[in-house]
């Protein structure tokens, strides 16, 4: 058995979870979410747990087996208390700013680049730090990763979009002439 799969998903308070055939859904305070379940998974719900089994042992399946409860799991959490990831500019000149539902950037270029969040998913920003947080974990890393490619951080003097807590390796630049 899968380590991560055969693992019960305890349902907290005000979660409900809808399994049938082909798809697993997923209500709570923050929203809904829908997930089709994979072919020869199954997913049942007894009580306030979730278990998820497979059909079989071969390789294929089995690797679905964790994944499958993974998602699952994620749903959970996103209805319940939502994601969430900061992403920090530095640079002199660089912002940022808020306009309706788009983030407005100064990122060195000749133009501002704006960038138009999707549907679920929210951001607020704090001077140099953005926070985007949704329900779908992987839309919030998806966007925050779309964000960070505008302007990467460059490794001679950190300039750029990185991720709170990220360490730029920084290299030495030119040595000059030895004397």
Do not use: C
């Amino acid at each position: 058995m899968s380590r991560v799969g055969k693992q019960p998903i305890t349902i907290p308070s005000g979660v409900t979870v809808v399994a049938s055939t082909d798809s697993v859904t997923v209500n709570g305070s923050k929203g809904s979410l829908s997930q089709f379940t994979m072919p020869d998974i199954t997913v049942k719900q007894e009580g306030e747990q979730v278990l998820v089994t497979r059909v079989s042992n071969e390789p294929k399946i089995r690797s679905k087996h964790g994944l499958m409860r993974s998602l699952i799991q994620n749903m959970i959490t996103g209805v319940s208390e939502g994601f969430s990831k900061q992403l920090e500019i530095n640079g002199v000149g660089y912002r940022v700013a808020l306009n309706g539902t788009d983030l407005k950037f100064n990122l060195g270029f000749s133009h501002d680049v704006i960038y138009k969040l999707p549907q679920g998913i929210t951001a607020k920003v704090e001077q140099n730090i953005i926070t985007i947080s949704g329900i779908d974990k992987q839309q919030v890393g998806q966007v925050t990763a779309e964000i960070r490619s505008l302007k990467k951080p460059e490794p001679y003097k950190g300039k750029g979009i990185k991720y709170v807590g990220e360490r730029i390796i920084r290299k030495s630049g030119k040595s000059g002439k030895e004397k």
